[in-house]
Every structure is written in C-alpha cells, then in structure tokens.
C-alpha cells in the first residue's frame, strides 16, 4: 500500500510543464506520476490545487530570527559591527535551537522543503532539523579573524564527521568560511585544506558590496572571486552568497570553476547592497538560486516573496521584462536550489525515485483567478497563506496550514522571551 496518494492536483512537472495527475509516495520518495487507482494509507483531494517541488533557500541564518526588527534601516557594516555582532555574543546553544525552530515553522509554513544554513552552534541546528524533519545542508561558520578560528575549524570537522548524510539523509554538511573580509588568505588554506581531507564542499559570501569588493582589490591587488579562486576555494564545489559585485572577469572565473549562486534579493535591496547581475550570470549558464539571508536583514523567510522580488527586480533594472520570466523565478526557488546545493539527484523536481519534496497550494482565493498561467499566479500573484500541504522525504509537515513537528504556541513563547533578553543585556 501507497503511504500517501495525491489525487487530481495540476502537478509541475519535471519537464516545466503543467498537467492534471495524480502522485503516489512510497517511503520518502514519488514513485509513480499519473492515473493512479492504488489504495494509499492517506489520500489528499488535490483537486483545485497546484502542486510544486518545495521551495529551496539556499542561503540563510536562520537563528537570526531572533533579530528580526531589532536592527532595520542601516548599513551593512554598522548593522553588523554595532548592533549583529554584538549581540550574538550573548547568543547560547538553547537560543540557536529556537531561533532556528522559529525559522523552519516559517519555512514550512510558506512552502521550502529545504535550506541552507551558515552560522554557530550547529549541532542545535542539526538538533532542530532533525526534530522538525525539514531537509538542510548545514555549514558552522567561521571567521579567520576571530580569536575562536582555529576552534571553528576543529568545530566544523567535528560537525561534519558528526552530521553529514544524518537524519536519513536529509542532514548534508558543508565548510562556511564567512567571507574574504573576515578570512585572511592563511586561513582559507586552513579550510581549503580540510575540504580536501573530508571531501566537503564550501558555502561563502562573495561581493555583497561594492566597499567590500573596493578593499579587497586595495589589500590584495584583484576581487573576491578572483582572490578565492587563486586559494582553490572553488576547488572543493562552491556555493557563493550574493555574488553582487562583479566584473566580466568575475563571471568567466564562476563559469569555468562552476560556482553557485545564492541570490539575495529581499536582503540585498534592504541593505542597499545593489543589484547582482542575474541575467548576465544566467547568460553565462552559471547556477543561480534564490535565497531569504537571514531574518534579520530581509525580514522574513519566505521564498514565494523572494522568487517575485527576484521576477520584478531585475525586470525594472535592467529596464527589460523579459530579464526573469516566471518559470526563469520558479526554477531558481527549486530545480536551480537543488542544484546549487548539490542535491539535483534527490530533490528540486517532482519525479519518479526523487524524494517526495512537495508543497501543496490551496488556489480558491480570488488571487488565483481566472487561471491563463499558473506559473505566473504562482510568482505574481500567490500568497504564502496559499501554502496547504507541505512534504518532506515523504512525511507530512505542514497539514492544512498546521505544523505536524513543531508545537507553534510554545515556540512563539520561547522565541519572544529569547529574543527580547538577547538585545536588553
């Protein structure tokens, strides 16, 4: 017997294209696509809804919930040095474990199956992904200039020897040196070099502003991308956050060495950061993907929003509607975030032998009518309030718009008090 079937929903499937059918879901993977008359343990009427590959973020904090409102309407660097920095000091294991619950409630409640996480105390973080059953590639962060360096490093192998490939595989682990700005040339080798021992891949931020990209080539002579890529960060499988700033040079030095993209552009606008150059890197066939920061520089974690911001945003810069059409949007929130991730074999798509990675819009708002173009409903007109039904390797996580895993009262008390004492120290 089926453990969940999914009867008459207008499913996206893997080839871009949009059909009534039904989905079978065996364990944690699809295993059939199409009529399907089976008997199943549960069956959802997915008549009237559309059904998607979850969304993928492929870049957050997600702890950094606790933040959200505390520091808006600044500069990067004053936000970061006078306000963030500061108070993670006061940040406990605890924190980050509901900080981080708080982010996944968030996520699941607006349709993303899976994300990827950079900051500390990641066993918490893998301790809440587990408990939640969400899907996530984690990385401990890691700042070459802190006095706490070399403990990071110990840390992060210990993480991953810990937590790569745990909770059924849904838990995957990657290095996170934060950025060239805070990780000198020495200690990039430190992490190159423990790439290459565990076999890891590296998520990074790259030239999210232009002061930082304008003091990389003052300190060193050449840009970020250039610079990492002289230390063999894009050796090891890179995943770049932000990638803003960037010279023609930049580009062909990501298309040859296949670096992914992380696209921020709710953060990005609100720290004024700029505008990456998103056609110009999918021109190049460079992997780009969608994702939220952290809440406390976007403020949500909410992918519907970031795939619109993304559709919109480079139409009115580049002065051109067609720079991100909205499938062009829906991929980079799925298929491309998959890929981007490394995860283009087990997830982003709905496919027979994928996991069963699926969200499930309810479409009976006015919003959703008439229906010329269900894609672009879903990019332009969708709200995450649609979301109905979220699934993660095959197990049930949103129910009708309730969590299954997560008991949201207590969360949102836990969080609220935390969040409070974190800043009034």
């Not at 990389?216 to 499988?237: R, T, V, W």
């Not at 930049?250 to 990005?268: T, Y």
Request: net charge negative; charged share 20%.
């Amino acid at each position: 017997m089926l453990n969940i079937l999914l009867k008459g929903g207008d499913v996206l499937c893997a080839d871009g294209q949009i059909r009534q059918t039904d989905i079978a879901v065996s364990g944690s993977v699809i295993t059939q696509i199409g009529k399907i008359d089976e008997s199943a343990e549960q069956v959802i009427d997915c008549r009237d809804k559309l059904i998607i590959p979850g969304f993928v973020n492929t870049h957050t904090h997600a702890a950094m919930t606790l933040f959200r409102s505390y520091a808006d309407d600044m500069m990067l660097m004053d936000w970061l040095q006078k306000k963030i920095w500061p108070a993670e000091e006061n940040l406990t294991a605890e924190d980050v474990y509901w900080g981080t619950q708080l982010a996944i409630a968030e996520m699941l409640k607006s349709g993303t199956t899976c994300f990827a996480d950079m900051y500390f105390f990641m066993p918490e973080v893998a301790r809440a992904v587990a408990e939640s059953g969400i899907r996530a590639v984690l990385a401990r962060g890691m700042a070459g200039i802190a006095p706490t360096a070399n403990q990071a490093l110990a840390e992060s192998e210990n993480f991953y020897k810990e937590w790569h490939n745990a909770a059924n595989g849904r838990i995957t682990v990657m290095l996170g040196p934060h950025a060239p700005y805070t990780c000198p040339p020495d200690f990039i080798k430190k992490v190159t070099a423990l790439a290459t021992k565990l076999g890891a891949q590296i998520h990074i931020h790259l030239s999210e502003t232009a002061g930082e990209v304008a003091d990389c080539q003052k300190q060193y002579g050449k840009s970020p991308i250039a610079l990492m890529n002289e230390l063999g960060i894009f050796d090891h499988g890179a995943l770049a956050a932000h990638c803003v700033h960037l010279s023609p040079e930049d580009i062909a030095i990501m298309k040859e060495k296949q670096v992914r993209v992380a696209h921020n552009p709710g953060s990005n606008m609100k720290l004024a950061s700029g505008v990456a150059p998103v056609p110009d890197l999918l021109a190049a066939g460079i992997c780009v993907s969608l994702g939220t920061d952290g809440a406390a520089s976007n403020n949500n974690s909410d992918m519907l929003e970031e795939l619109r911001l993304a559709a919109l945003l480079h139409k009115v810069h580049r002065l051109d509607p067609l720079a991100i059409p909205a499938k062009t949007a829906v991929d980079m929130a799925t298929v491309q975030g998959a890929a981007a991730l490394g995860l283009e074999t087990i997830t982003g798509k709905l496919a027979t032998s994928y996991k069963a990675d699926i969200t499930i819009f309810d479409r009976q708002e006015p919003h959703w009518h008439p229906r010329h173009d269900s894609l672009s409903l879903l990019t332009y007109a969708a709200s995450s309030r649609d979301v109905h039904t979220v699934i993660v390797d095959g197990n049930i996580l949103l129910d009708n718009r309730r969590l299954t895993t997560i008991d949201e009262e207590r969360l949102l008390a836990e969080t609220d008090r935390r969040g409070m004492r974190l800043v009034n120290k």
